[in-house]
């Protein structure tokens, strides 16, 4: 792969050419020693923007540049190391349409090994997983009917569950361990299960609707329905308060705890948790899906055992093309594509499924794009690591690569775009932003953790100039520093560098008043992204 020019230096050169022309035209010339008025107002309102006092005491890297040529355009701690949260999947995704390509899909197969005559299989039946995350009880179910049309009705041997195309480190290493019971953290798995379109594998869904009276049991419901998780129901059905309902996986088990409260004419309440070891899951989703079709498994469930490799195929699926995985991914901030991803990258370059192979395959490809890696550090795909840190002017350095990338309209279509409703439109930001300038023209990652918020993307400046920026915020201690994100990129998406009646009297160089942020219309919990939040609060 031919390495790509730093964009810093193409920035550089784009200075010093400006300095030339205006010692040798006298012309005043927009540059880092003589910045135009609009633009020291612009630094003016940015200032006054981190100047909060949200960020009292906490860290704050800004950068924004011209998206067409890298020159800068602000910048504030550009190169201090931060803490980027889900910001991080902006080096995933973009390294996984380089290195695995737009069409590149995940394939599921059911295999036989042994004899069939008749009806009747005399060897085992494996189920092998190709890291598909989009994987639903529908598809399972789909493959079952496909094993039941080739004629199999009886395996005298067992079901085998192959998830061998990647290891057997479900969770990153540095994930927080209260984060585990949650969907956000699901564990990983080539051999998985989703429970509806968000495709958040390795969770299932868990309902409370109300017992027959108060005093009752509410009724509890599984989606996908399994076997696999127990229901330790202890909630109650009340005739008056309010629902306040708890699901809890004991850890190390898929024991789901209930507890609470839930009115009795409330309609039912809803939680996401993640299953202990989504291998199983998988296999027992697959396994009821043969008995609905007649297809009986006479052996047992064998779990993490290779596929032979003389094996016959009985039937596959495929998914969706990465390039339509992108907008569940990135608009949503999906966790678990981002982990699967690296995987993938791994085992396809190398052989290797694991963290450590992607990650460094990641690391080749943005250091090719003309990122700095000696200057960050990425520990997982998707940015739960606290120890993943990263430049906000590294961001930006790979925002200006990536536009001469082949695949980047398939990339940029997938960030979310702030204030669209629409929920595979706008994603993250869809309530942010909403009936301002930025509006339908910001296209920006976002990352939450607690005390840790970002946002880079791009965003069209009043005058049409495409401006790629970074802000990364770390160390705050209040609920949430987002409407000041929002006020920056409002800011941008307002600028013009044209000569106006008040710059022409000098105040440009006074920050003007900073834009209003709408609030979202509800609050998202501290230090998770909102559509981590079920039901999503954006």
């Not at 997983?129 to 094993?147: E, H, K, N, Q, R």
């Not at 290891?167 to 953290?185: I, K, M, Q, V």
């Not at 789901?256 to 009795?264: E, K």
């Not at 809803?270 to 291998?279: A, I, K, R, Y």
Request: aromatic letters at 6%; a negative charge.
């Amino acid at each position: 792969m031919q390495r790509r020019h730093c964009v810093r230096a193409l920035a550089l050169t784009v200075l010093a050419t400006a300095v030339v022309t205006a010692t040798t035209s006298g012309a005043p010339t927009a540059n880092a020693e003589s910045p135009t008025s609009a633009e020291t107002r612009l630094s003016a309102t940015i200032d006054a923007i981190l100047a909060d006092p949200r960020l009292d005491g906490a860290q704050a890297g800004v950068v924004i540049a011209d998206a067409a040529t890298g020159e800068p355009v602000y910048q504030r701690n550009g190169d201090r190391r931060l803490i980027p949260a889900s910001n991080t999947k902006l080096l995933t995704s973009a390294a996984a349409l380089e290195l695995l390509g737009p069409g590149h899909r995940f394939t599921t197969d059911v295999l036989r090994d042994g004899n069939q005559r008749g009806g009747v299989l005399t060897g085992d039946l494996h189920l092998r997983g190709g890291g598909d995350p989009t994987m639903l009880a529908a598809d399972y179910d789909a493959l079952a009917a496909s094993v039941a049309r080739a004629g199999i009705r009886v395996v005298s041997g067992n079901l085998v569950a192959d998830d061998t195309r990647y290891d057997a480190t479900r969770l990153g290493p540095d994930w927080a361990w209260d984060d585990e019971p949650y969907y956000y953290a699901a564990q990983v798995s080539a051999l998985t299960v989703a429970p509806d379109t968000d495709y958040d594998a390795g969770t299932a869904i868990v309902t409370a609707t109300p017992g027959s009276g108060a005093g009752a049991r509410p009724e509890i419901s599984v989606t996908p329905s399994t076997g696999y998780l127990r229901i330790d129901n202890r909630a109650t059905t009340v005739a008056t308060g309010g629902t306040d309902v708890s699901f809890e996986r004991q850890h190390g088990t898929n024991t789901i705890v209930v507890t609470g409260q839930i009115a009795a004419d409330d309609d039912g309440v809803s939680d996401w948790v993640t299953v202990w070891e989504p291998t199983g899951y998988a296999a027992d989703v697959f396994r009821s899906a043969l008995r609905r079709h007649g297809v009986r498994v006479l052996g047992r469930t064998v779990l993490g055992q290779a596929t032979p490799a003389d094996a016959t195929r009985v039937t596959h699926h495929d998914s969706m093309p990465l390039a339509e995985l992108m907008v569940p991914f990135l608009k949503l901030s999906n966790n678990g594509h981002a982990e699967v991803l690296t995987k993938e990258i791994g085992r396809v370059l190398t052989g290797a499924g694991t963290w450590s192979a992607g990650l460094a395959a990641i690391s080749e490809y943005v250091a090719d794009a003309g990122m700095d890696t000696g200057t960050l550090r990425q520990r997982d795909g998707s940015g739960l690591s606290r120890r993943n840190h990263v430049p906000p002017a590294e961001f930006v350095d790979l925002l200006v690569a990536v536009r001469a990338e082949p695949w980047f309209a398939t990339w940029y279509a997938a960030l979310p775009v702030a204030g669209n409703a629409e929920r595979f439109v706008g994603g993250t930001l869809r309530s942010r932003m909403v009936g301002t300038p930025a509006a339908n023209n910001v296209r920006a990652k976002t990352g939450s953790l607690t005390g840790v918020s970002g946002l880079s993307g791009y965003v069209t400046d009043a005058d049409g100039r495409v401006l790629a920026f970074s802000i990364v915020l770390n160390n705050y201690l209040a609920s949430s520093v987002k409407s000041l994100e929002d006020q920056i990129a409002i800011t941008l998406a307002s600028y013009t560098g044209k000569a106006t009646a008040r710059t022409a009297t000098g105040a440009a160089g006074r920050a003007a008043a900073p834009p209003a942020a709408p609030a979202p219309p509800q609050a998202t919990p501290d230090g998770i992204e909102c559509s981590w939040h079920k039901p999503v609060t954006c």
